[in-house]
C-alpha cells in the first residue's frame, strides 16, 4: 500500500530537509517509497504511523514492484530523499531521483548532492550484502536551471541484475542464428517444386475437368476471408469475449452441420452410378467420414445419461468453448489482430494460387493416354501438390504458434522476476521495520490522537485491481499507482516500466512481422519439413496409440473371461515359442512401434512452437516437446482431445454445402464421370482453402497443451479454469494406465 505525508507549503531551506528526520518521507513495511500532495488540515492514513499489523488488516499491499510519481506545480522547495539504512537492506534498492525548481541556487543544489552522494559512498563501502547500487541516478542536476515549471520525482524498486538467470530457462527468444535451420529442407523443395508444372509443360492438352470453371474454389476464399474475421479479429480480453464466444459456438454448430451435411454428400456420390474401385474407395470414405463426426456429436453432447442436455452437466462442451475462447485471446494478445488477419488473407489468396495451379497440373496429367505415365504424372503432383499446399498451411501455424509460446514465456519470466522480487521484499522486511521503528522512535511527541482516533473505513483501497492480467492500457497503470497522469506522463511512465523488470527491458514483444522475417528466412526449411512429415507423424500417431488401446482392452476382456489355472512350462522353450505365429506378430508389432514412436518424435508437428519461438530446428524442437510432453503425463489428453476436429467439421461442412449446391451446376455435360470427378476436385480445394483459415486456431490449441506441459504456474495465472481442468484429466489418464 501506498500513502503519502503532508509536504509543507513555508518555504524552508534545503539543508534543513536534509538533517531533518522528524519530516522525511517513511518507507511501508513492503519497501515502497511514501510521500503524498494532500492538505494538512484533514488527517492522513499512513503506515508508519499507524501500527503495523492495523494497517496491513485494514488493506494489504500487494506483492508488486511499484513507482510512484507525483507532480508538484506549486512547490517552491522540494523535500529530499531520506534513504533507508542500505546495508540492512538485501532486497530490492531504491532508486531516487530528484528535479528541483528554477528558485533554487545552483551553489545548493551542488552542495546538496555532493553530501548525498558523499553518504551514500560511505555506505556502499560498508555493505557486505548482495545489493547493489547505481550512482548514476544521485548526479547532480545543478549544471543548468531546468526550464519546466512542473517538477516530479520519482522513486524505483528494481532489483540487482545478480539476481537474475538468464540461462535457466530460454523464455525469450535468442539472437537469430547466423545459419538458417534445415537448409537442406529449402534446397530441396526449392528444386522439386517446380516440376510439379512438367505435365502442363509436356502435355498441353487438358482432361475433360478443364472444362469446368473456378467459381467454387473462389466463392469457397472469399466465405474463409469473411469467417476469417469472426476468428481473428477480436481484440483480448473482455472486450472481445462476445465474438470469441460467437466463433466457439459456430464450430460447434459446424460439428452439428457435417452429421447432416456429410451423409447427403455420400447419398449424392452414391447416386451418380459410376463404377470403379476408384469411386467406390470415395463412397467408403465419406462414409466413414460420416459415422466419425457422429461420434463425435454424440462425444460432445454426452452429459451423463442424457443426450442433448444443458445445465451443469454440460462440462465437455464447455471445456472445449474456454479452449477455444483462450487461444483466441492469447492469439490476440501476442500478435495484433489487424496485422495478422491481413497475413492470413494474404495466405488463402497464394492459396488459391497454388491450388488453381495444382488443378490445371492434375488435369494435364490424367490426359496421358498410356497408363505407366499417367499413373506417374498423377503421383507426381498429388505428392507435390499436397507439399506446395501444406507449405502454405504450416506457415500460418508457424505464426500463431510462435505468438502464443511466445505470450506464455513473457508471462513465465514476469512471474519469476515477481518471484524474485517477493523474496527479496521477505528477506528484507526486518530491516526494513527496524528502520521504520527508529525513524518512528525518533519523532518528538507521540502519534497524534487525529492518526489514532480516525476510522479505518474512512479511506479506500490505495489499488484496485481489474478483471484481468494483462491488459494493455495505459490508463489502467494510472490508476493503479494513485495519481492521474497527463499523455506525457503517462507516455515517460510506460517508457520506464519496460526497465522495472530486469530482462523485459531488454526484449521487445515478437510481433507478425517479426515471425514473418523469420518464416521467410532462418526457420522456411523447418516449416517445410514440418509440411511434409508434420501430418504423417500425427496419423502415425493416432495409429498406434489406437492399437495400442485395442490390445490393452482385448487382453483385459481375455483375462476376465477366461480366469482358469495354467500350466507351468518345465524347461527353455523359448525356442518353440519363438516359432508360433501369434509370437512372431507380436514381436513384429513391438519393431514396428519402436520405430514408430521414433518417426513421431522427431517429425511431430507440436515442434513448430519451439522453431517458432526458439529458432531450433525442427527435429530437435520436437524431440524436446515430446519430452515435455511424456514428463507432463498429457500425451493421451492430446491424442482424446478433438478441438483439432472440430476445426476441421467446419471446413468439410462448408466444402459439402459448395459441393452439393455449386458444385454440380459448372458441368457442361451430363457424364456421371465428369460430374463425380468435378464434385472430387471442388470437395478437396474447398475443404483446403478453409482448412487454411482455421489452422490458426488449431495450432494455438496445440501450443496452449506445450505450454501447459513446459510451465503450469503461466496457464494456471491466465486461464484458472482450463489448467484446472487440464490437470484433473491429466491425473486421470495416469490413474487409467496404472
Given at each position: 500500500m501506498s500513502s503519502f505525508n503532508s509536504i509543507p507549503?513555508?518555504?524552508?531551506?534545503?539543508?534543513?530537509?536534509?538533517?531533518?528526520?522528524?519530516?522525511?518521507?517513511?518507507?511501508?513495511?513492503?519497501?515502497?517509497?511514501?510521500d503524498d500532495d494532500s492538505h494538512s488540515d484533514v488527517p492522513f492514513f499512513a503506515d508508519a504511523t499507524l501500527d503495523l499489523e492495523e494497517a496491513q488488516g485494514i488493506a494489504p499491499t500487494p506483492d508488486l514492484t511499484l513507482r510512484q510519481t507525483l507532480q508538484t506545480p506549486d512547490l517552491k522547495r522540494l523535500k529530499s530523499v531520506e534513504l533507508p539504512n542500505i546495508a540492512s537492506t538485501p532486497g530490492p534498492m531504491l532508486e531516487s531521483s530528484m528535479t528541483t525548481t528554477n528558485n533554487l541556487q545552483h551553489e545548493t543544489n551542488q552542495e546538496a548532492s555532493e553530501n548525498l552522494n558523499q553518504s551514500l559512498n560511505e555506505t556502499l563501502d560498508s555493505n557486505t550484502g548482495d545489493s547493489q547500487y547505481s550512482q548514476e541516478t544521485m548526479q547532480s542536476n545543478g549544471n543548468g536551471q531546468q526550464e519546466a515549471n512542473n517538477r516530479s520525482f520519482t522513486v524505483n524498486a528494481i532489483h540487482g541484475e545478480n539476481n537474475i538467470s538468464y540461462t535457466n530457462q530460454p523464455t525469450y527468444r535468442p539472437r537469430p542464428p547466423r545459419r538458417p535451420r534445415d537448409a537442406k529442407w529449402t534446397t530441396t523443395f526449392l528444386i522439386v517444386a517446380p516440376m510439379l508444372f512438367l505435365p502442363s509443360l509436356f502435355h498441353s492438352k487438358s482432361h475433360t475437368v478443364y472444362h469446368s470453371s473456378n467459381i467454387p474454389v473462389f466463392f469457397a476464399t472469399i466465405l474463409a476471408i469473411f469467417i476469417a474475421r469472426i476468428f481473428y479479429l477480436s481484440k483480448g480480453a473482455g472486450e472481445g469475449e462476445d465474438q470469441r464466444y460467437l466463433a466457439s459456438q459456430l464450430l460447434i454448430i459446424a460439428n452439428m452441420a457435417t452429421c447432416f451435411i456429410l451423409p447427403l454428400l455420400t447419398l449424392t456420390f452414391y447416386n451418380l452410378n459410376v463404377h470403379g474401385l476408384f469411386y467406390d474407395l470415395i463412397v467408403i470414405a465419406l462414409a466413414y467420414l460420416?459415422?466419425?463426426?457422429?461420434?463425435?456429436?454424440?462425444?460432445?453432447?454426452?452429459?451423463?445419461?442424457?443426450?442433448?442436455?444443458?445445465?451443469?452437466?454440460?462440462?465437455?462442451?464447455?471445456?472445449?468453448?474456454?479452449?477455444?475462447?483462450?487461444?483466441?485471446?492469447?492469439?490476440?494478445?501476442?500478435?495484433?489482430?489487424?496485422?495478422?488477419?491481413?497475413?492470413?488473407?494474404?495466405?488463402?489468396?497464394?492459396?488459391?494460387?497454388?491450388?488453381?495451379?495444382?488443378?490445371?497440373?492434375?488435369?494435364?496429367?490424367?490426359?496421358?493416354?498410356?497408363?505407366?505415365?499417367?499413373?506417374?504424372?498423377?503421383?507426381?503432383?498429388?505428392?507435390?501438390?499436397?507439399?506446395?499446399?501444406?507449405?502454405?498451411?504450416?506457415?500460418?501455424?508457424?505464426?500463431?504458434?510462435?505468438?502464443?509460446?511466445?505470450?506464455?514465456?513473457?508471462?513465465?519470466?514476469?512471474?519469476?522476476?515477481?518471484?524474485?522480487?517477493?523474496?527479496?521484499?521477505?528477506?528484507?522486511?526486518?530491516?526494513?521495520?527496524?528502520?521504520?521503528?527508529?525513524?518512528?522512535?525518533?519523532?518528538?511527541?507521540?502519534?497524534?490522537?487525529?492518526?489514532?482516533?480516525?476510522?479505518?473505513?474512512?479511506?479506500?483501497?490505495?489499488?484496485e485491481f481489474d478483471e484481468g492480467m494483462d491488459d494493455d492500457y495505459g490508463d489502467d497503470d494510472g490508476i493503479m499507482m494513485g495519481a492521474i497522469m497527463s499523455d506525457s506522463n503517462e507516455k515517460q511512465y510506460l517508457d520506464e516500466n519496460d526497465a522495472t523488470f530486469g530482462r523485459l527491458s531488454n526484449t521487445n514483444s515478437p510481433t507478425v512481422k517479426a515471425f514473418l522475417k523469420t518464416a521467410l528466412g532462418i526457420s522456411f526449411g523447418s516449416i517445410v519439413h514440418c509440411a511434409l512429415m508434420g501430418a504423417a507423424a500425427n496419423v502415425l500417431w493416432s495409429f498406434v496409440r489406437s492399437v495400442?488401446?485395442?490390445?490393452?482392452?482385448?487382453?483385459?476382456?481375455?483375462?476376465?473371461?477366461?480366469?482358469?489355472?495354467?500350466?507351468?512350462?518345465?524347461?527353455?522353450?523359448?525356442?518353440?515359442?519363438r516359432g508360433t505365429f501369434r509370437e512372431r506378430l507380436r514381436l513384429k508389432w513391438q519393431s514396428f512401434r519402436i520405430k514408430s514412436k521414433t518417426f513421431v518424435r522427431n517429425h511431430n508437428d507440436l515442434g513448430l512452437c519451439h522453431v517458432a519461438a526458439y529458432y531450433k530446428s525442427y527435429t530437435r524442437a520436437a524431440n524436446d516437446v515430446l519430452d515435455l510432453i511424456n514428463a507432463s503425463g498429457i500425451e493421451s489428453t492430446i491424442h482424446e482431445d478433438i478441438s483439432v476436429h472440430m476445426c476441421a467439421s467446419i471446413s468439410k461442412a462448408i466444402a459439402g454445402l459448395i459441393v452439393i449446391f455449386i458444385g454440380q451446376s459448372a458441368t457442361p455435360e451430363n457424364d456421371h464421370m465428369i460430374i463425380c470427378e468435378i464434385m472430387v476436385i471442388t470437395f478437396i480445394m474447398v475443404y483446403i482453402i478453409v482448412y487454411t483459415m482455421m489452422e490458426p486456431l488449431k495450432a494455438s490449441i496445440k501450443a496452449v497443451y506445450v505450454c501447459f506441459a513446459q510451465n503450469h504456474q503461466s496457464l494456471s495465472q491466465a486461464f484458472p479454469l482450463v489448467y484446472h481442468r487440464l490437470e484433473r484429466i491429466s491425473r486421470e489418464n495416469e490413474s487409467n494406465i496404472v
Open positions: 507549503e513555508e518555504p524552508m531551506d534545503l539543508n534543513e530537509y536534509v538533517s531533518n528526520d522528524e519530516n522525511s518521507n517513511e518507507f511501508s513495511s513492503d519497501g515502497d517509497y511514501e460420416t459415422l466419425r463426426d457422429i461420434y463425435l456429436f454424440a462425444k460432445i453432447f454426452r452429459s451423463g445419461s442424457s443426450f442433448l442436455r444443458e445445465g451443469v452437466n454440460d462440462g465437455e462442451r464447455a471445456f472445449y468453448r474456454m479452449l477455444v475462447n483462450a487461444s483466441l485471446d492469447i492469439l490476440s494478445r501476442s500478435c495484433r489482430c489487424q496485422s495478422f488477419y491481413r497475413v492470413v488473407v494474404v495466405t488463402l489468396f497464394f492459396q488459391w494460387l497454388v491450388l488453381v495451379g495444382i488443378r490445371k497440373a492434375w488435369e494435364a496429367a490424367m490426359s496421358y493416354h498410356t497408363g505407366f505415365g499417367q499413373y506417374f504424372w498423377v503421383s507426381v503432383v498429388c505428392f507435390l501438390g499436397y507439399w506446395a499446399a501444406s507449405v502454405q498451411i504450416r506457415f500460418l501455424s508457424y505464426l500463431a504458434c510462435g505468438g502464443v509460446t511466445s505470450w506464455f514465456a513473457q508471462q513465465s519470466a514476469l512471474m519469476e522476476d515477481m518471484e524474485i522480487m517477493r523474496r527479496q521484499d521477505r528477506s528484507g522486511s526486518v530491516a526494513r521495520k527496524e528502520t521504520m521503528q527508529s525513524a518512528i522512535l525518533n519523532e518528538n511527541g507521540s502519534i497524534s490522537d487525529a492518526y489514532r482516533d480516525v476510522d479505518a473505513s474512512a479511506y479506500s483501497m490505495g489499488i495400442d488401446w485395442i490390445l490393452a482392452s482385448s487382453s483385459r476382456f481375455a483375462n476376465r473371461r477366461f480366469r482358469t489355472y495354467q500350466g507351468m512350462n518345465i524347461g527353455d522353450d523359448s525356442n518353440s515359442q
